[in-house]
């Protein structure tokens, strides 16, 4: 039987931004090593369906993109399929050529072939030779006229480790129009609907999916296929368990669950593709995808992510290239993607988990938001589990660009489940560096007079120190708590944007003082001086009363650093989404208090760490069964 294991799709929405990642109808060139187009982008007009395209004589149109490439490196190295066909159809006069690259981005061509008329082309490859990285695709250049392209699919003839399908998990608070968004384009594709069993939409807002004018026709398009739980707010760790425990209850049990966030656009093709791999694995897979940018469309900004063990802190490989703007440097002009990236974990923005994983470590802790996909996948990865950050199987997401979750209510959870997650998983003594560093967060946002911030870290820390029983006592009120306390630091106050600026007492403006390549934080020596002298100045010097009364200077979000803001008593600083202005003012009570505070809960900490290490893994099996989670809906309602 044969297995379609890609099909080469283009958009399915008439939007520019978004060719460089399906087809490139261009001629790229590289000058200076920088990627240079020396022709224009061929119009949408010669896009003609989902998978139907003109071919402009004498014009070359390049599949090497990438939705569109097969990336063989990864479906060698995690799945014994080793024989794969690329079928072609084409109509009229042209040339098709089939490429490789290796892991450092060589391109190398594999076959040439003449066609006409009516032309079905396959060519018979073989995955051996991509242990490190590689994909193969395919040009077509159309000769003295029009060509037409109509069609092409990746297969197999090799039978699937696993044949079941998937049930999707939608997890959504307040985000209905994305829902419905989700919902009908995956109701528009058959293909995918074939793989898939339910599809779970876990509404935990009071803006109801179900309530919106769309949603009784992609019901009817979906039927039983489609079920809307409501319950009330459980974060996206509660909205996801619920999707998983609903999985594992049917008596017909998916083999996967797709789990899906609300503010998202999908690739429908993507969804099926996510499966067929987790099918093909060898072993039982965790299959995540990759984010791009929902407001930047062809930027990429996340891919293979892992845990540091030191200092225990997620970041994405090669962080320093994201990112990676392919309207600027398509696949093919980018050697850094050619590799075989290996992840720890994968965002559950999009990610596949099969259920016999789940079945045998459980649901995601009750952490509510932050950390609970990574600490979900290091669970599966010590269980001998791994995680695959899946080239080609991707969404838009809104990405990071003006956000800055680090300073608002979810400051409570980015410490407290990070350090949850270390005690489960950190193989380094007493955590590594993460309690140094976790310290070291807190100085920083009290010489930022960040104080906010530092009272939900240290709440956090006091929860931790409590036991793990806080996690699932506290599911439902850590949020509104931590929202709550924000009344008592007049620094979240947004001041909005009226049409007269608000500025500082001396006038003085600070703003986009950025230099290229050029940094001025102190490292090494300069940095514990400039520490230990900033701290015993907040310490010992009140603020200046006139200081207090208005702003003594104003500085962009973007150079609102650290190492800046101490140096005054006052600041206005503007707001990461560029909505308005924060006021930050020096408050040497609460600098002094809470600079001990710190002290002593990590002092603690650092002493209680085995103990606690203890304490929170052998509560594991109990915090993320899927009977604990079900009393936990139960009770929610």
């Known amino acids: 039987m044969t297995h379609v294991l890609q099909n080469v799709v283009f958009p399915t929405e008439r939007d520019p931004d978004l060719l460089p990642l399906y087809v490139d109808p261009e001629t790229w060139s590289v000058i200076d090593e920088e990627p240079v187009r020396v022709s224009n982008r061929a119009q949408l007009g010669n896009i003609l369906g989902r998978t139907t395209a ?160 769309e949603f009784p026709a992609v019901s009817g398009a979906l039927g039983d296929t489609l079920q809307v739980i409501t319950q009330p707010n459980l974060g996206g760790s509660g909205g996801f368990a619920r999707a998983m425990s609903e999985t594992l209850h049917r008596p017909d049990t998916s083999d996967f669950v797709q789990l899906l966030d609300d503010d998202v656009r999908i ?22 995808a990759h984010m791009f940018d929902l407001l930047d469309r062809p930027k990429l900004h996340a891919w293979a992510e892992v845990v540091d063990d030191q200092p225990f802190m997620w970041r994405a490989l090669y962080q320093e290239k994201l990112p990676h703007d392919f309207s600027v440097a398509n ?5 850094m993607l050619h590799m075989r990236l290996d992840a720890d974990y994968n965002g559950w923005w999009m990610c596949l988990i099969p259920t016999e994983i789940i079945r045998e470590i459980g649901l995601p802790l009750p952490a509510f938001i932050k950390w609970d996909d990574a600490e979900h996948c290091l669970r599966a990865r010590d269980a001998g589990y791994p995680t695959v950050s899946m080239p ?10 003006g956000k800055d979750d680090s300073i608002d209510w979810q400051a409570y959870f980015h410490a407290r489940n990070r350090i949850v997650a270390g005690l489960l998983h950190s193989h380094s003594p007493n955590g590594g560096t993460l309690i140094r560093h976790s310290r070291r967060v807190d100085l920083k946002h009290l010489m930022m007079m960040q104080y906010y911030p530092v009272a939900l870290r240290h709440r956090a820390l006091r929860d931790i120190l409590s036991g793990p029983a806080h996690m699932r006592a506290n599911l439902a009120t850590a949020m509104p708590a931590a929202r709550a306390l924000a009344k008592e630091f007049p620094e979240t106050l947004v001041h909005k944007d009226s049409g007269v600026p608000m500025r500082s007492r001396r006038g003085r403006i600070v703003f986009k003082r950025q230099r290229l390549n050029e940094f001025d934080s102190p490292t090494g020596l300069a940095l514990r001086w400039f520490t230990l002298t900033t701290l015993l100045s907040h310490w010992f010097h009140a603020p200046r009363p006139e200081n207090i009364r208005q ?64 304490q929170y893994r052998n509560a594991s099996a109990d915090l993320t069964s899927p009977e604990a989670w079900r009393r936990t809906f139960e009770d929610a309602s």
């Not at 093709?269 to 694995?281: D, L, Q, T, Y």
């Not at 696949?331 to 050697?335: A, D, G, K, V």
């Open 392 to 401: 080609g199987v991707a969404l838009w997401h809104v990405s990071w660009v």
């Open 54 to 213: 003109r071919i402009v004589a004498g014009r070359r149109v390049s599949f090497g993109t990438y939705f569109n490439a097969f990336p063989a490196s990864y479906w060698q190295h995690w799945t014994a399929v080793r024989d794969v066909t690329l079928t072609v159809r084409t109509k009229g006069p042209a040339t098709v050529l089939v490429y490789r690259s290796n892991g450092a981005g060589v391109r190398q061509r594999v076959e040439t072939r003449e066609v006409d008329d009516v032309a079905v082309s396959e060519f018979h490859l073989v995955l051996d030779q991509y242990s490190d990285g590689g994909w193969i695709w395919f040009d077509i250049v159309a000769d003295e006229k029009n060509a037409l392209f109509e069609g092409a699919q990746w297969t197999t003839d090799q039978e699937p480790v696993r044949t079941g399908k998937a049930s999707i998990g939608i997890t959504t608070y307040n985000k209905p129009d994305y829902c419905i968004q989700t919902l009908t384009a995956l109701s528009e594709s058959a293909d995918v609907l074939e793989v898939l069993d339910r599809i779970f939409v876990i509404d935990q807002g009071d803006q109801r999916v179900d309530a919106e004018p």
């Open 551 to 614: 702003p003594e200077v104003e500085f962009g979000k973007g150079d609102a650093h650290w190492w800046r803001l101490p140096h005054y008593d006052s600041a206005l600083v503007s707001a990461a989404d560029g909505s308005g202005k924060n006021v930050y003012t020096r408050n040497r009570r609460k600098f002094r208090a809470m600079l001990l505070d710190s002290l002593r809960l990590h002092a603690r900490l650092q002493r209680e760490w085995p103990k606690l290490a203890a």
């Open 267 to 288: 690739e429908p093709e993507s969804v099926r593709r996510s499966v067929v791999f987790g099918r093909f694995a060898s072993v039982p897979t965790v299959v995540g």
């Open 331 to 335: 696949l093919r002009q980018s050697p």
